[in-house]
Each structure stands twice: as C-alpha cells, then as structure tokens.
C-alpha cells in the first residue's frame, strides 16, 4: 500500500506579499499590515521581522519606531486579500487533484498516487503560484496532517537549505527534522500547552512522537494524543470533503468611535445587511430568520449589548427583504442615550431552495426579485464590487473602520485598477 502524501502550502507573510504584488518597489522592503481600525500589527514580511517588530503590537505605540525605521504601514484590505487568495487557491486546484482550504492562506493537498519524485511537484507548484499570482509560498510534504505542517514550518525556517519546499516522509530526514524542532512548533501544541509536556521531559517534537499515547490521552485529552500519532505518522486527521454551505452568516465591524445616531446606525446595519445577502447568494442559500445585534461601550454599564430577532415572510435571498427586517429590528432596540462601538446582522436558519415546504397562505419570493438578484450579483462580478448597491448603503460613511492607510483594491473595484503610464 502506497504511503500518503499531503502537502500543506502556505503563504509567505500573505497579507504583506499581498501589497507587494502591486508595489514591487517594495521588493526586499520591510512591510507590516494593521488590523480593523489599524489597532496592532497582524502580519510582517521578513525584512520587518529581522528589524525586531513585534506581532501584535499596539501601533499607536510602534508608530515612531516604524517611521523611523522606515517601514511600510497599510491599512487592511481584506478585499484585496480575499480576492487574492481564491486567486491562489484556483491554481493550486490546477496542479494537485483534491485541496482543502485551511485559511485565507493556507491548503493542504493530497498528493497520493502522484507520480515521484513530490519534491519536483512542490518546487512546480510554488513557481506556478508565484508566477500567477506574484504570491510566494512554501510546501511541506509528509504522510500526514501534522507533519505536513512542520515541514512547512522547517521549510520556511531554513529557507536557504530547502528552497521553500521540504519532504520528510523519508524516515531519516523526518527524524532529523522533529529533533530539532522544540515541541512549541507542533501544530496545536504552542505555548499555551509547551510548559506542561516540558515538566515531563518532552522537549522536542520527537519527543512527543515518541510518548506514551495513553499518558498524554490522559493528561491532556485526545487532541495531544491524536497529534503525538500524526507525528509518529499514523494519519489521525483526514481531508475534509468539499465545504458545505454555511448554516448561518454574520457580517459585523467595530465602528472607527462611538456611535449614537439613528441615521449612522440605519447606514452600517443596511451596509452589513447587503454584504451578509452577498455571502448568502453567494452559496446559493436562502433566510429565514435574522438577528440583529447592537454592542455598546465597554465603559458603559450594559456590557452584553441588545438583541433582537425575526423570522422573516418567507425564505428569501432578496438583499430588501432582508434589508427592511433589520431596520425594524435596528427601531424596535435602538437607545437615543446609548453609545454603540459595533452592529451585527446574522442571517439564521438557512436552506437551500427546495428544502422547504411553502405555505399555500403565505407569499414566497417572486421569480422577479431572484432574477433581480441575479443582474445585481452579475453587475457587480463584471464591474466590480458595490457598482449597484441598496440605496441605503453609502459610499463613504463616517462610522466606517479607521483605515487611514489602505491600498487600492486593485483588483475588486474597476475604478482603482493598476495604471501603467508609459514614459
């Protein structure tokens, strides 16, 4: 019986290379990508790295620091990314037969039954993304889940000796790799877990491949236990099957400050709605229930915030449907002497068309709002995001995030694509 392969591909600093792809005079520069509200540091490239910025540091307190040291700041894009990474992964699916997608940046593959040697498969499959996508990444290859991740990681951390790519199914390279390895860079182990398996002596990622199953199961559960048997290369963890569609959506932002106007929160709770309804056509699914959520100041005295919810008429995927729902629900908990930091709209209780038995006293969605729906989503897909949008949602709004360094999105609004100007 032919052993498994399975290959974890992974994006080099994604949000970072990202921005590079449409800055290349930011090739060999160090980079940090910011959070919601540019808050802290979410993602460095290398060069950002060596300079010693910390992941997750407050950037009203690295502000000088990156100025100084010149470092590039961007504000999240996440449509950019988004795009970017179903960019990625469709040209993964071109090379390898079966993928599943682990993150925005992040799949593994099963590589079983490809034709030897997979080290020239993962060389080909990093320069095929790369030249594709402008994306670098790395390959891991091994016979399971977990030690596809490390050698991931090994891949990555010795990037001069691998080249960005690195099989250890070979039983001495495996060994070799997991002695060196300390046990925090186990996928699933990390920090939190590491201080517990070094009081009993398992320093090493070999270690823990070589534990007694039955203590760790009884230490630490079934999860260590399952990992430890990934490590030793008993495949715990199989390839998921193709997702299903999501059985409820939640759109939500934090607001740039505070907000306690009527008219700020109808903007976001409509803005919310409309992208909610985007996912839900997206995967071909249809509501029925919505739930509306307003969270206040943490320094205000009600913590848990307000909610209501609200089966609607009938299952629909209409974004006005769903649209008048949540400004009634917005009405009936809105507080004049509330401030509220974040709104979010979940669409609940969904199915798929025909999954339902309507009710013959009740209306259902007219065959003219699905086809509404579909020129809208057709519109958009062929001219770029919100081209047409509900009239409620504005194009630029005051309680948006803070982002006061975004890029373009160059690739998901026609009005901010890439120009060359010729000299």
Avoid at 73 to 96: C, H, K, P, W
Avoid at 267 to 283: G, K, P
Wanted: one cysteine or more.
């Amino acid at each position: 019986m032919t052993e498994p392969a399975i290959a974890l591909i992974d994006c080099n600093s994604f949000y970072c290379s990202c921005e590079r792809v449409f800055r290349p005079d930011l090739n060999g520069k160090p980079i940090v990508v910011l959070s919601n509200n540019d808050g802290c540091i979410i993602s460095r490239s290398e060069e950002a790295k060596k300079l010693n910025i910390a992941m997750g540091a407050p950037y009203f307190q690295v502000r000088e620091q990156l100025r100084r040291q010149q470092v590039a700041t961007f504000s999240s894009n996440y449509a950019l990314y988004g795009d970017m990474s179903a960019r990625v992964m469709q040209v993964i699916e071109s090379v390898v037969p079966q993928i599943e997608v682990y993150s925005i940046d992040e799949a593994f593959a099963d590589l079983g039954g490809l034709p030897e040697p997979l080290q020239q498969l993962g060389d080909h499959l990093k320069q095929t993304v790369l030249r594709c996508t402008g994306i670098p990444v790395s390959v891991g290859i091994a016979p399971t889940k977990t030690l596809a991740k490390l050698a991931n990681y090994a891949a990555k951390r010795w990037q001069e000796r691998t080249g960005g790519v690195l099989d250890i199914r070979p039983q001495p390279l495996r060994e070799k790799v997991l002695r060196k390895l300390p046990v925090d860079c186990v996928w699933g182990i990390g920090p939190r877990l590491a201080p517990q398996l070094l009081a009993l002596g398992i320093r090493t990622a070999w270690d823990l491949a070589q534990s007694d199953r039955q203590l760790l199961r009884k230490r630490f559960g079934v999860v260590v236990e399952k990992t430890a048997s990934e490590l030793a290369g008993i495949g715990c963890l199989q390839m998921d099957e193709p997702a299903s569609a999501r059985q409820s959506i939640c759109c939500s932002r934090m607001f740039n400050r505070p907000q306690n106007s009527l008219k700020a929160l109808q903007e976001a709770v409509a803005s919310y709605t409309h992208q909610a309804a985007i996912r839900l056509r997206a995967q071909g699914s249809l509501c029925r229930q919505l739930q509306l959520n307003l969270r206040p100041r943490q320094i205000d005295g009600h913590r848990g915030g307000w909610s209501a919810a609200c089966p609607l008429p009938y299952p629909s995927n209409d974004v006005r449907e769903l649209s008048d729902t949540a400004q009634h629900l917005l009405q009936a908990i809105y507080r004049q002497d509330q401030s509220y930091s974040k709104a979010e709209v979940l669409l609940l209780d969904l199915c798929q068309p025909g999954e339902f038995s309507d009710d013959l006293f009740l209306p259902r969605q007219s065959n003219a709002s699905q086809k509404t729906m579909q020129v809208l989503d057709q519109i958009n897909a062929r001219w770029g995001r919100d081209t047409l949008r509900p009239a409620r949602v504005p194009q630029q709004a005051e309680w948006n995030m803070r982002r006061e360094m975004i890029s373009p999105s160059y690739t998901t609004r026609i009005d901010q694509l890439l120009t060359v100007k010729a000299e």
